[in-house]
């Protein structure tokens, strides 16, 4: 399956932005697809993902009551709403798929990566 990524921008701290991940080759639905964030001299880290099926949502800390993780199936398209947005979490946004249903949160599950889109928040 390959990955798009795209949405990020530049914006203002307390602004919103909305990532998409479009999936092409594979059904999203069957995949658990996750958002990561990697900023300058850091690891990646997680974000938020998406169960395959029913769609189960994983939030990490940082992103839990800003971000909102979606799926629609007949785009075959995730996106991650972003919202409230804070200077600290400006990095490089990634996308990634996993037929795995455990572990979400770690990098090394997935097998698919989109190439990543540039979010900056401005303060």
């Known amino acids: 399956v390959q990955l798009q990524a795209s949405g990020g921008g530049s914006v203002q701290a307390g602004g919103s932005l909305r990532l998409s991940c479009a999936a092409s080759?594979?059904?999203?639905?069957?995949?658990?697809t996750g958002w990561f964030r990697q900023a300058p001299g850091k690891e990646r880290e997680f974000v938020a993902a998406i169960g395959r099926g029913v769609g189960t949502t994983y939030y990490a800390g940082s992103a839990k009551g800003r971000f909102t993780i979606s799926r629609d199936n007949a785009k075959n398209t995730v996106y991650l709403q972003m919202n409230t947005l804070k200077p600290e979490d400006t990095a490089v946004y990634y996308c990634g798929a996993t037929k795995v249903t455990a572990g979400v949160t770690i990098t090394a599950v997935y097998d698919y990566w989109g190439q990543g889109t540039q979010v900056t928040v401005s303060s």
């Open positions: 080759g594979g059904t999203f639905s069957t995949y658990t």
